[in-house]
C-alpha cells in the first residue's frame, strides 16, 4: 500500500495544501484542546480516492482520508478535492508503536452498490468509459470512413419503389388523399373512380362517377364524403363508406355544371369548395349555385387550391399563363402573374402561409412567395420535359414533382435541384402526385393505368425502429452531413441512375444552357439559383434577342419574362 | 294611347336629366350609344309634347287635393309588383303614375313624416340647393384595380404575420410533427383541475360554498386571507426593523450633539487641524469615487474647480492680510514667521493649481497592457497527474512561476502549484524553519515526488502539447534539477519572446512582401481565378448516370472514378497555370528574380526582431511601401538567389529519381567473408533496375519546381475547395475535428448532437400548421411559455365579484 500511496501526488498536494492555509500557532492550539486516540497502524487502510461513477462532474468527489505509512512515521490526512481546498494537517509520530490521531472525522468510503450491479441478469453491464481523447485516436478518419461506409449503404439499400397499383383501366388522371385516414386512397381514371386501400394494396371499391375523364377529386375535411367533377359537367358528392348489400351506387348530391369543370378543391374548415373551368367558383355545400365566381380575362383555367393555412386565400393556374390569387371574403381576385409558359398544378405550403410552388410547361418549378409575385423565390430545375403536377410534403420542407419526362423528383423547398429522382422502366407520363400525410410515402399515377408508391426517404428502413437502430441512423446520418463536402462522400450519395433517353436529353438541355450562356453572357445564366430579374433583362437585352428567348423559351432558363398585374 | 305615349316620353326625359347628372356609373359602351341615341329623339320629341303633358298633371294634382279634403284618414293602397324588365337603373319608372318624380316630390313627403331625421331633412335641402354637378365616378376597370389593389395589401398583410412562425422554424434545431402535439406523461394539476367543470348539483353546491368563502379551488394551499397575512412583515422583522430605526436615530442624535460641540470650540489650531484631516479624507474618496463611480468623480471635479476659481479671485492666501503683513514684519528676524508665510503661498499655490485628469494615465495603461500579450497565453497547460484526465484544467501557472523568482531555489521547489498559495507559503516559511526535523522529512518526500514525476513525464506522451516552444521548455523542465527551476521558467520564457518576436517578424515581413509583390504585378493572379472548376456544379445538384448502383462494388468503383477525374481537371489545371506562369516569367524576368526570394531563408540570416503590436496598425501608404522596395532591394542585394534556388531543384530531382537496388546476397554459391566482394556477374545480375518514372512535371520550366510528392489517393478523399458557408478554411476544418460519435462523446451529447432536425410520427396524420399555432406562438412571444396560477384564477374571481354585485342589487 505504501508504494501506492507514494505515487499518489495529491495527498502531498492536500499536505501542503493544509500547510500552507493554517499557520502554524493555530494547529498547536488544536492539539492541546483535541483527545488523543490510540489504533494500531493495522487498522488502517488506504482508501483511495473514489469518482462518483455516475457522474463526470468534479463535485461527485468525496471527502476521503488517507493514512500513509512510511519507516516510522504515519500521516493522517483529511483530504478534500475541489471546490473547497480545506484541512489536512499531517502529524507526524516518531518511534512509536501507537498511533496517536488528532481528533478527527475519519471518513471511510462507502459504496452503492446500485452504481456498479446490475438489476437482473439481463442487464447490459455498466462499464465505465474513459473519454480521454488520447486514448481514442484519429477520431477524423475514424468518422470519415464511417461516413462513407454509411453513404455506400444508404446508396445500396435506396429501393424507394414499394408497390404498384393497377386496376384502372385508363389513365389515372387525379388523385386525392383521404384527411382523416392515411391508409385510404382515392384515384380518378378517365373512366372512372376507384377508392384504395394502401395497407392492403387493394382497390376497396370501385364507382363509376362520371361519364369521360374524372377531372378532379376531393375528400371533404371531415373525411365522411368526396366530391367529384368530371367531363360530363357534373359535380357528384359521394358517400365514402361502401353501400351496404343490394344498394346501389348513388351520388349524395349532384349538380348540372354549366361548363365542363377542370379542378376542384375544399376548404379545410368549412363546407366551401372551390372549382374552376371557364372561370373560378367558390360553392356552397348546401346552394346549388356559386356563392362567388371570379373571372380576370381568361376563360379556362387548369387548377385551383386552397390555401391550407389562410384558409380563404385561393390560388388558380389559368390557360393565359398567368397565376392568379384570391380572397374568398373578397369581391375581386387578388393579383395575377403572367408567366412565360403555362403553370400545369400549383401547391401551397402546408407550414408556410405564404409560399407556394407551381409547376410549369417550361421543364420548371417555381417557387413564389405570395406577397412578392414579381420575381419567384427558386427556380427548380432538373425535370426534362413538361411538369406535370406538384405536392408538398405535410412537413413543409419538400416537394416532390410528377413530369412528362417519366420521372419523379422530390426537391427540398429552397433548392434549385432535386435531391432524388424516381423512375421505373415501366412508368410513363406521370399526371398526378401526392405525398401522403405521416411524411413517410409518394404516390404517383401514370399515363400506363399505374398508380406507384413509392418511399419518400429512399434507403429508409420501414416500420418500427428499435432504439438503438434509430440512434445509429441519426448518427449516420450526422455523419453524411458532417463529411457532406468530402468530394467520396458527395459524388456518391449524389449519384443516380438515369434512363437513357432522359439522361442525352439533359445532356443536351446542359450543353444548350452553355450556349446560351456563351452567347449572351452571364446575364442570362441562373447562376446558384438566382435569375435575373425580369425588370433587369427587359431593359438590357436588345429586342432581337428578346423575342429569340421568348420563341425557344421551352429551353431558356429566362422564365422569370413575367408580368405581375394588380 | 297618347298618355301612355306620354308617359314613355317623360320617363325618358327623366332618363335624360338623370344621365347628366350622374354620368354613368358603371356604363358599357352599348349602354352609351343606346343612352346618345335616346338623347337625339328625345330633343326633338320632347319640345312637341311639353305642353300637354303639364297640363295632364296639374289635373290630376287637383284630384288628388279634392280627394284628400274629403277624408284625411284614408290612405292609398299601392300595389307593390316585381321589377320589370323595363325598369333600367337611371329611371324609376312606376307603372300607375306616368309622372316624372323630381327630387321635390320625394322631399316632400319627408315633411309629412314626424320621424324623418332633422339632419337628413338639411341635407338633403343643401342639395336641393347645390348647383355644382357630382364628379365622374371611376370606370369599372379602374376601380376595380384599386380593389384589387386595396386587397392584396390587406391580404399579404395578413400573411405576413405567419413570418415570424415560418422564420422559426427554419431555425429550429428539431421539429416534431405532428406539431400541436399534447405531450405525453403525467400534466400538471392546474390543468387538470383547470380543466375541470363542477357538473352535478352537489358539485357545483360544493364550488359555489368554497367560492363564497374565498376558499382556494385551484392550487389548494392558502385562502387570499391567509396570503395577505404571509405578505405581511412577521414579528421578527418587525421587531428588527425597529431596533434598527432606534438605533439610526439615535447615532443623528449622538452626531448632531458631536457636531454642536466641536462648533462651540474656539481653538484655532483645533479647527486648522480639522480642516486638514476633513481635505484629506475628502481627497480620499475623491481618489475612490474616480474607481468606482466615475460620474460623480466628474462632478466633485467641478466643485473643486469652482472652489480654485474662487481662490484665484481672492486674496485669501496672497499674504495681503493684516496677519501677513505683520509676518511679513517679522519675517526677517522670525524663522517661523517666515515658514508661516510660505505656507500661506504654498496652500494658494495649491489651491489655484489646475487639476490633472486622472483618466489619461488610464488610457496609457491600456494602451500598454494591449500592445503586448502575457505571458501565459503561450504556456503549455499544465499537467496536474499524467494518468487522469480529468484533473486536468486551467489552474494557472503563473502564481507558480512568481513563487519560482522569488523564493530561493532550495526551498519548496515545486511544479505544481496551486492558486493563492503563493503569498502565505513565503510568510510561514521563516516560521517552518524551526521544525528542523519535520520539515526535512517533508522535504524528502518532497524530491521523491519530484523525482517520480520527472519519470512519469518521461514515459508518459503529452498529447496536449501544441506549439513547439512549449514542447521545448517542458523538456528542459524535465531535465534540468530541482534547484535550477528559477533559471529554466526564465529560460522558458525567454525562448517564448524570441520565437514569439521570430514569428512576428515573420508575419510582419510576409505581409510587407505580399504587399510588395502585388504592388508590382497586381494583374498577375486574376487569370488563374479563371471559369475553371469550381463553377460546374453547385453541391445539391445529382450526379445522374447510366450506372446503377446495385452492390457495394459498384459504390467502390464510382469513387475510383471521381478520382480519376480528378486528377485529370488538376493536371489540366495546373497545366494552366504553368503555362500562364511561363508567359509572365518572360516578360518580366528580374521581378521574377525578387519573387523567387525565400522569405524563410532570408530571415534566418538577418534575424532582425521586430516588435508587432497586437493591435491592428494603420494601412501603410504607397509612399511607404516604395520605401520599404527600395530598402529590401538594397537588403537582398548580394544574394545569389537563382543559383540556390538551381540548386534546390536539382536536389530534389536527384531525390525524385529512381535509385538501383542491389539484391546480391553475399556467399550464395561462392565463397563469403571478410574483404571478399561478390562476382561482378553475380552482381549485374541481381541488381534491379526501376523503370524511369514519368517525366517531371516542372521538366521544362527552369523557374519552378513542381514537388510531385502529393499523394493522389489522398487527394480525392480531400476537400479542395471550401464548402459555401464557410468563410475560413478554419472553421470548416473546427466542425470537421470536432467527432460526432460515441466513442468520444458522452451517451446524452451523441444524442444531443445526432439529434434528426426533422422528426415525425410513425402512422401519425400532419395536419397543416393551423391559426391557433399563430396565435399561440404570439402569446408565448409577449408573455413566455410560463404557465401563471394567478392568470387562472382572475376571471373566477372576477365572476365571484359580479356575484356579489347581483346580489346587493337584489338586497
Known amino acids: 500500500t505504501t508504494r501506492g500511496m507514494l505515487s499518489d501526488s495529491r495527498v502531498f498536494d492536500a499536505c501542503e495544501n493544509r500547510k500552507s492555509k493554517a499557520p502554524k500557532k493555530s494547529r498547536i492550539k488544536k492539539t492541546e484542546a483535541v483527545r488523543e486516540e490510540k489504533k494500531s497502524p493495522t487498522d488502517f487502510r488506504l482508501s483511495r480516492l473514489r469518482r462518483d461513477s455516475s457522474g463526470t462532474s468534479r463535485s461527485n468527489w468525496k471527502i476521503n482520508t488517507m493514512i500513509m505509512k512510511t519507516n516510522n512515521s504515519i500521516y493522517l490526512c483529511r483530504q478534500s478535492l475541489f471546490p473547497s481546498r480545506n484541512s489536512c494537517s499531517p502529524v507526524q509520530f516518531r518511534n512509536s508503536s501507537f498511533i496517536h490521531i488528532h481528533a478527527m472525522k475519519v471518513k471511510v468510503l462507502s459504496r452503492n452498490p446500485d452504481d456498479y450491479v446490475r438489476e437482473t441478469k439481463l442487464d447490459i453491464q455498466r462499464v465505465p468509459r474513459n473519454y480521454d481523447p488520447s486514448l481514442h485516436l484519429f477520431e477524423v478518419p475514424r468518422e470519415y470512413t464511417r461516413a462513407l461506409n454509411a453513404t455506400k449503404l444508404e446508396r445500396v439499400f435506396a429501393k424507394p419503389f414499394l408497390a404498384s397499383l393497377d386496376g384502372h383501366r385508363d389513365g389515372v388522371n387525379c388523385m386525392a388523399k383521404h384527411p382523416k385516414s392515411l391508409s385510404t386512397m382515392l384515384s380518378g381514371s378517365c373512366d372512372g373512380d376507384v377508392v384504395w386501400n394502401l395497407t392492403k394494396r387493394e382497390c376497396v371499391r370501385t364507382l363509376q362517377a362520371h361519364e369521360g375523364f374524372v377531372r378532379g377529386m376531393v375528400v371533404r375535411f371531415c373525411g365522411t364524403s368526396f366530391f367529384t367533377v368530371g367531363d360530363d359537367k357534373t359535380i357528384k358528392q359521394w358517400k365514402m363508406e361502401t353501400p351496404g348489400y343490394g344498394e346501389e351506387e348513388e351520388p349524395l348530391n349532384t349538380i348540372l355544371g354549366k361548363s365542363v369543370f377542370t379542378s376542384i378543391d375544399h376548404h379545410q374548415k368549412e363546407g366551401v369548395f372551390v372549382m374552376c373551368g371557364q372561370q373560378v367558383d367558390i360553392w356552397d355545400e348546401q346552394r346549388s349555385s356559386p356563392i362567388r365566381s371570379f373571372s380576370w380575362g381568361v376563360d379556362s383555367f387548369s387548377c385551383v387550391r386552397f390555401n391550407p393555412v389562410e384558409t380563404e386565400l385561393l390560388a388558380s393556374c389559368a390557360s393565359d399563363r398567368s397565376i392568379v390569387l384570391y380572397d374568398m371574403r373578397e369581391a375581386t381576385p387578388l393579383k395575377k402573374v403572367i408567366m412565360n409558359m403555362r403553370s400545369n398544378t400549383l401547391c401551397w405550403n402546408p407550414m408556410e402561409a405564404y409560399n407556394f410552388t407551381c409547376s410549369n410547361e417550361d421543364y420548371n418549378l417555381y417557387t413564389y412567395d405570395m406577397r412578392y409575385l414579381d420575381k419567384p423565390f427558386t427556380v427548380h430545375m432538373d425535370h426534362v420535359s413538361a411538369v406535370l403536377d406538384v405536392d408538398y410534403s405535410p412537413t413543409g420542407k419538400e416537394f416532390v414533382s410528377a413530369s412528362f419526362d417519366k420521372t419523379i423528383r422530390i426537391f427540398p423547398k429552397d433548392s434549385g435541384h432535386s435531391r432524388e429522382v424516381y423512375h421505373t422502366k415501366r412508368m410513363q407520363h406521370v399526371i398526378s402526385i401526392k405525398w401522403s400525410s405521416d411524411n413517410k410515402y409518394i404516390l404517383s399515377a401514370s399515363d400506363e393505368m399505374n398508380i406507384r408508391l413509392w418511399k419518400a426517404n429512399a434507403a429508409e428502413k420501414l416500420g418500427l425502429l428499435a432504439p438503438r437502430e434509430k440512434a445509429a441512423v441519426n448518427y449516420s446520418q450526422k455523419l453524411k452531413e458532417k463529411f457532406l463536402y468530402h468530394p467520396q462522400i458527395r459524388r456518391i450519395s449524389r449519384h443516380r441512375h438515369l434512363p437513357k433517353s432522359i439522361y442525352s436529353q439533359s445532356k443536351e438541355l446542359r450543353v444548350m444552357k452553355e450556349a446560351r450562356r456563351r452567347k449572351y453572357g452571364l446575364l442570362l445564366y441562373p447562376y446558384h439559383n438566382c435569375l435575373p430579374y425580369s425588370g433587369f433583362l427587359f431593359s438590357t437585352l436588345p429586342e432581337h434577342i428578346l423575342n429569340t428567348l421568348v420563341c425557344n423559351s421551352q429551353t431558356t432558363e429566362v422564365y422569370t419574362l413575367q408580368y405581375v398585374y394588380q | 294611347m297618347a298618355k301612355s305615349k306620354a308617359a314613355r316620353k317623360s320617363g325618358e326625359t327623366m332618363k335624360i336629366a338623370s344621365s347628366c347628372e350622374t354620368v354613368v356609373q358603371g356604363m358599357d359602351d352599348e349602354d352609351d350609344e343606346e343612352l346618345q341615341r335616346a338623347l337625339a329623339d328625345d330633343i326633338i320629341s320632347a319640345s312637341e309634347d311639353e305642353g300637354g303633358s303639364d297640363d295632364e298633371r296639374k289635373h290630376c294634382k287637383l284630384l288628388e287635393a279634392i280627394s284628400s279634403l274629403g277624408g284625411k284618414k284614408r290612405k292609398k293602397l299601392t ?5 320589370s324588365i323595363q325598369v333600367s337603373e337611371f329611371t324609376v319608372n312606376a307603372e300607375g303614375e306616368g309622372d316624372k318624380i323630381n327630387l321635390s316630390d320625394l322631399i316632400g313627403t319627408l315633411d309629412k313624416t ?201 486674496l485669501k492666501h496672497q499674504n495681503s492680510g493684516k496677519w501677513a503683513k505683520s509676518k511679513a514684519i517679522m519675517a526677517k528676524y522670525d524663522d517661523g514667521a517666515r515658514k508661516a508665510m510660505q505656507k500661506q503661498l504654498e496652500v494658494n499655490k495649491d489651491l489655484t493649481q489646475k487639476l490633472v485628469i486622472p483618466a489619461d494615465e488610464d488610457e496609457e495603461d491600456e494602451e500598454e497592457s494591449a500592445e503586448t500579450l502575457p505571458d501565459f497565453v503561450n504556456d503549455v497547460e499544465p499537467i496536474l497527474d499524467q494518468v487522469n484526465p480529468w484533473m486536468r484544467g486551467k489552474l494557472s501557472t503563473e502564481p507558480m512561476m512568481e513563487e519560482s523568482n522569488r523564493l530561493d531555489p532550495p526551498v519548496w521547489p515545486r511544479e505544481v502549484g496551486k492558486p493563492g498559495e503563493g503569498q502565505d507559503d513565503q510568510e510561514e516559511d521563516e516560521e ?114 447510366l450506372v446503377r448502383v446495385r452492390t457495394l462494388e459498384d459504390v467502390e468503383l464510382l469513387s475510383q472514378d471521381i478520382s480519376a477525374s480528378d486528377t485529370a481537371l488538376l493536371t489540366t489545371q495546373i497545366l494552366g497555370t504553368e503555362e500562364t506562369d511561363t508567359q509572365s516569367a518572360t516578360q518580366q524576368a528580374d521581378k521574377k528574380r525578387k519573387k523567387m526570394i525565400d522569405p524563410n531563408e532570408v530571415l534566418t540570416k538577418e534575424a ?23 530598402i529590401i532591394k538594397e537588403a537582398f542585394a548580394g544574394d545569389d538567389v537563382v543559383s540556390d534556388f538551381l540548386k534546390d531543384k536539382r536536389k530534389q530531382e536527384e531525390a525524385g529519381r529512381p535509385k538501383v537496388i542491389d539484391l546480391t546476397l553475399p556467399g550464395w554459391g561462392e565463397w563469403g567473408g571478410l574483404g571478399l566482394q561478390p562476382s561482378r556477374s553475380k552482381r549485374k545480375r541481381f541488381r534491379v533496375k526501376v523503370a524511369p518514372p514519368p517525366p517531371r512535371q516542372d521538366q521544362k520550366l527552369p523557374n519552378i519546381i513542381i514537388t510531385e510528392k502529393r499523394d493522389s489517393s489522398i487527394a480525392a478523399h480531400q476537400v479542395c475547395q471550401l464548402p459555401f458557408p464557410f468563410e475560413k478554411p478554419i472553421q470548416f476544418e473546427r466542425t470537421i475535428r470536432s467527432p460526432v460519435g460515441r466513442t468520444w462523446n458522452t451517451q446524452n451529447a451523441v444524442q444531443k448532437i445526432t439529434a434528426p432536425k426533422v422528426v415525425t410520427q410513425l402512422g401519425a396524420i400532419i395536419e397543416p400548421i393551423a391559426r391557433e399555432d399563430l396565435i399561440k406562438h404570439n402569446r408565448q412571444a409577449v408573455t413566455g411559455p410560463s404557465i401563471n396560477l394567478e392568470s387562472d384564477q382572475g376571471p373566477q374571481k372576477r365572476r365571484s365579484q359580479q356575484k356579489k354585485k347581483h346580489k346587493r342589487k337584489k338586497n
Not at chain 2, 375541470?196 to 353546491?205: F, I, V
Not at chain 2, 519519470?455 to 535550477?484: R, Y
Request: glycine share 4%.
Open chain 2, 79 to 83: 300595389e307593390r309588383s316585381e321589377a
Open chain 2, 114 to 314: 314626424p320621424s324623418a331625421l332633422i339632419k337628413t331633412k338639411k341635407q338633403l335641402k343643401n342639395l336641393q340647393h347645390n348647383q355644382s354637378t357630382l364628379e365622374t365616378p371611376l370606370t369599372r376597370k379602374e376601380t376595380e384595380k384599386i380593389q384589387r389593389e386595396v386587397a392584396f395589401e390587406k391580404t399579404s398583410k395578413e400573411v405576413s404575420r405567419w413570418q415570424s412562425v415560418v422564420l422559426q422554424n427554419q431555425k429550429a434545431e428539431q421539429l416534431v410533427f405532428p406539431l400541436n402535439q399534447e405531450p405525453s406523461g403525467p400534466k400538471r394539476i392546474e390543468h387538470v383541475v383547470a380543466g375541470w367543470k363542477a357538473q352535478t348539483p352537489l358539485e357545483q353546491e360544493i364550488f359555489s360554498l368554497l367560492r363564497m368563502n374565498k376558499q382556494p379551488l385551484h392550487d389548494p394551499v392558502l385562502t387570499p386571507t391567509e396570503e395577505a397575512s404571509l405578505r405581511a412583515m412577521s414579528l421578527e422583522e418587525a421587531k428588527i426593523r425597529r431596533a434598527e430605526l432606534q438605533k439610526a436615530r439615535v447615532l443623528q442624535s449622538y452626531y448632531e450633539a458631536k457636531a454642536k460641540r466641536g462648533k462651540k470650540i474656539k481653538s484655532k489650531k483645533y479647527h486648522r487641524v480639522q480642516k486638514k484631516v476633513m481635505r484629506k479624507e475628502y481627497l480620499k474618496q475623491f481618489d475612490e469615487m474616480v474607481k468606482t463611480d466615475p460620474a460623480a468623480a466628474l462632478e466633485e471635479l467641478k466643485k473643486m474647480e469652482l472652489s480654485r476659481m474662487k481662490e484665484r479671485m481672492s
Open chain 2, 608 to 630: 532582425k526582431i521586430i516588435e508587432m503590436p497586437l493591435a491592428p496598425t494603420a494601412v501603410e501608404d504607397v509612399e511607404d511601401k516604395e520605401e520599404q522596395r527600395v
Open chain 2, 432 to 545: 517552518q524553519m524551526e521544525e528542523t526535523e519535520e520539515e526535512s522529512l517533508l522535504r524528502g518526500f518532497e524530491e521523491r515526488r519530484k523525482l517520480r514525476q520527472t519519470e512519469d513525464v518521461k514515459v508518459a506522451p503529452m498529447p496536449m502539447v501544441e506549439n513547439d516552444d512549449g514542447k521545448k521548455a517542458e523538456i528542459l523542465e524535465i531535465s534540468d534539477d530541482d534547484e535550477e527551476a528559477v533559471e529554466i521558467s526564465d529560460d522558458e520564457e525567454a525562448l517564448e519572446v524570441s520565437d514569439d518576436d521570430e514569428e512576428a517578424g515573420l508575419s510582419n515581413f510576409t505581409s510587407l512582401f505580399h504587399g510588395l509583390v502585388n504592388h508590382m504585378e497586381p494583374p498577375a493572379d486574376q487569370p488563374k481565378a479563371g471559369p475553371g472548376l469550381c463553377q460546374g456544379e453547385s453541391p445539391a445538384l445529382l450526379e445522374e448516370g
